[in-house]
């Protein structure tokens, strides 16, 4: 157990729906992120918090997707009209201030499109 | 802009021998560099990391990874290979400069199989 837990940890959803997944991350970390893993592939970077801010989106983040990190605590990632290219397993990732860190991440949650 | 390359996405070795897993990175920074290890249906578990230190870099569970500027490489090694450490591998390098530090680039990972 890294310290970082994620909710759900498997997400079945019918395409057009709306889902939300919850990251909580170590309570000192003030950097989140979230990746997204595809199958036979490495996580990819989709963007990240510092506390409260987003300061970083990747061009992977449609204007369906939307992350929120209110008052830098936990953070929800929500997907809105799914479709079944979103299927993959969505990583969060926490790390301290500090440079040179690792990254500690949570189990992620699998969301599969139907 | 960084990458990173895993040369080999399947590694087959007996329980017992050498385990090599090959990684070239690019970056524009003096990177730090990174091995995780994902077993199934488990989170990414950090093995070992790079960071400017000493160039041979020891992990857990005996793993171990040299830093090789002049080659671009961060390849990982086990003298002996054991059941336990069938899984999946990933070489990553951490975002460089300025308030990028902490954003990873994952290569595409290696499976490792150990045969009994």
């Known amino acids: 157990d890294t310290g970082v837990s994620q909710d759900p940890r498997h997400k079945i959803t019918k395409r057009g729906q709306n889902v939300t997944f919850r990251c909580d991350p170590i309570?000192?970390?003030?950097?989140l992120y979230w990746y997204r893993q595809t199958l036979g592939q490495g996580p990819e970077f989709l963007t990240y918090f510092q506390n409260e801010a987003q300061l970083e989106k990747s061009r992977l983040l449609s204007d369906r997707f939307s992350a929120e990190r209110p008052k830098g605590s936990f953070s929800t990632l929500e997907i809105q009209r799914t479709e079944q290219g979103d299927s993959a397993m969505y990583l969060c990732?926490?790390?301290?201030?500090?440079?040179?860190?690792?990254?500690?991440f949570g189990q992620g949650t699998r969301l599969t499109v139907v | 802009a960084q990458s990173v390359t895993q040369l080999d996405s399947h590694v087959s070795v007996s329980e017992g021998t050498p385990v090599l897993l090959r990684c070239n990175y690019s970056?524009?920074?003096?990177?730090?560099l990174f091995w995780y290890v994902q077993h199934p249906n488990k989170g990414l578990q950090l093995l070992l990391k790079y960071t400017s230190a000493a160039t041979l870099v020891k992990g857990i569970n005996g793993f171990e990874a040299e830093f090789k500027k002049s080659e671009t490489s961060f390849h990982l090694t086990k003298p002996s290979a054991h059941m336990s450490d069938a899984a999946e591998y990933f070489c990553v390098v951490s975002g460089g400069g300025g308030t990028s530090y902490g954003k990873l680039t994952f290569g595409q990972g290696t499976i490792l199989t150990v045969h009994p």
């Open positions: 970056s524009s920074y003096s990177p730090s």
């Open positions: 309570s000192e970390h003030n950097r």
């Open positions: 990732a926490s790390i301290p201030g500090a440079v040179n860190t690792e990254a500690f």
